[in-house]
C-alpha cells in the first residue's frame, strides 16, 4: 500500500532538458571559415516536473533566454535532446522533431515576454488577439471563440465586457494579464515565461506573481521562470537554477538554495539582493568586472576571474556539476570546503 502511495506521489517529469547546447559560429574572411564559437548555451541539463517551477537565475548574457528558445525549438539547438512528455503522444524530442510533430507538441509549450507592449499588436481587438491562437490551430472560432476568450480573460481576472478594446486601453499590468491569457487560450501544460514581471511597477509585478502562482494551482502548469532578479524567483520557484556564460553551475531546491549556496556566484548574486530593512547593515560580495564574452570564456572554471575565493586549479580545470549535498548540485571545485553566505546571512 506504501508503495502504491509512493508511486502515486512520485513527481512525474514533464521536460527534460538534457545536455542541450547551442553554439553560434565566429566567422572570418570571404570564405566565411569558422574561427570559434559563441558558446550561448553549453551542455545544459534540467529536469522540469509537473506543476512544477524552475526559476532560471543570471546577470543578462548568462544565456537563460537563449536556453528557452533553444527549448521552444524557436532557435535549433547544436546538440543535445530536449523531451517533452507529450500527454497524447508521450515522449517527443523537441529538439529533433518534424515540423508537424512540433506544431502539436507547442500547443502545449507557451512562452510569455518580458515586454507587454510589443508582445500585443495595438491594430488588434483583445478579443482578436486571444482568439488568434483558437482560430490558427482550428480549435474554436466566432461565438464558441468569443466565449472562450470571455473564459481565459475571467481567469486571468479581467473583464469579459474589455474585449473588444485595443491594447492601448490597459495598464501595463492588464496587458500582461493579456498575454498570459493568449498564453493559456490552448490549455498548454508548460509555460516558458521571460522575465514576465521585469516591465512592471513592484506593486503590480506581487499581483502578477500571485496570478501565476494561482492558475498553476488551478491548471497545474509548470513554469520555467527567467529573471535576473532573485526576490521574484525566490517567491515563485520550487528549484533554482542558476546560469553563467551558458552553463549551470548550481541548482538546488529554492529555500536550501538561498540560505545555504554552494557556488561563489550564487553567494554573490544573493548578497545583491536588496533588503527592504534600511537599518540592517549588509556587507555585500563585492563581483567585480563583467560577465565574460562567451565567445571567449576564461579558462577553467569560467567565474575564476570574478571569484573571491579562487585558486590556481580553478584556472585549469573545468569544475563539473555535481551533488555536493543532497539534491544540490554545483561546479565549484571548492563547494565542500567553503562556507557561503545565504541570503539572511548579513
Ligand atoms: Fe571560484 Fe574556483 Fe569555485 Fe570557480 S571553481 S567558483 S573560481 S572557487
Request: aromatic content about 6%.
Amino acid at each position: 500500500m506504501a508503495s502504491e502511495l509512493n508511486a502515486v506521489r512520485k513527481p512525474k517529469p514533464l521536460l527534460e532538458i538534457i545536455h542541450l547546447k547551442k553554439h553560434y559560429p565566429i566567422t572570418q574572411g570571404l570564405l566565411k571559415r569558422t574561427v570559434g564559437y559563441v558558446k550561448a548555451v553549453d551542455d545544459v541539463s534540467l529536469t522540469l516536473n509537473e506543476a512544477q517551477t524552475i526559476g532560471l537565475v543570471g546577470e543578462s548574457g548568462s544565456g537563460k533566454s537563449t536556453l528557452a528558445h533553444t527549448v521552444m525549438r524557436g532557435i535549433t539547438p547544436t546538440a543535445g535532446t530536449v523531451i517533452f512528455h507529450d500527454q497524447t503522444r508521450g515522449a517527443v524530442d523537441v529538439a529533433h522533431a518534424d515540423s508537424s510533430t512540433l506544431r502539436q507538441v507547442r500547443r502545449n509549450m507557451q512562452m510569455v515576454f518580458q515586454d507587454p507592449f510589443s508582445s500585443l499588436n495595438p491594430r488588434m481587438t483583445v478579443l482578436d488577439i486571444i482568439a488568434e491562437p483558437l482560430e490558427v490551430n482550428g480549435i474554436a472560432k466566432g461565438k464558441a471563440a468569443q466565449e472562450r476568450v470571455a473564459e481565459l480573460l475571467q481567469l486571468v481576472g479581467l473583464r469579459p465586457e474589455y474585449m473588444r478594446r485595443y491594447p492601448h486601453a490597459f495598464s501595463g499590468g492588464q496587458r500582461q494579464r493579456i498575454v498570459v491569457a493568449r498564453a493559456l487560450a490552448l490549455n498548454p501544460r508548460l509555460v516558458l515565461m521571460d522575465e514576465p514581471t521585469s516591465a512592471l511597477d513592484v506593486s503590480i509585478q506581487a499581483q502578477t506573481l500571485n496570478l501565476l502562482k494561482e492558475l498553476q494551482s488551478r491548471l497545474n502548469l509548470s513554469y520555467l521562470f527567467i529573471s535576473h532578479d532573485l526576490g521574484v524567483v525566490e517567491h515563485v520557484s520550487d528549484l533554482v537554477a542558476v546560469m553563467y556564460v551558458g552553463r549551470v553551475v548550481e541548482i538546488a531546491p529554492t529555500n536550501q538554495l538561498y540560505q545555504k549556496p554552494q557556488h561563489p556566484y550564487t553567494e554573490a548574486l544573493l548578497s545583491s539582493i536588496p533588503k527592504p530593512d534600511p537599518t540592517r547593515k549588509k556587507q555585500r560580495i563585492p563581483i567585480t568586472g563583467e560577465i565574460p564574452n562567451p565567445a571567449n570564456p576564461p579558462s577553467g572554471c569560467h567565474f575564476h576571474p570574478r571569484c573571491p575565493y579562487a585558486q590556481e586549479v580553478c584556472k585549469r580545470e573545468t569544475p563539473l556539476l555535481r551533488e555536493v549535498k543532497p539534491g544540490q548540485f554545483s561546479a565549484c571545485h571548492f563547494s565542500e570546503e567553503l562556507s557561503l553566505k545565504g541570503v539572511n546571512d548579513y
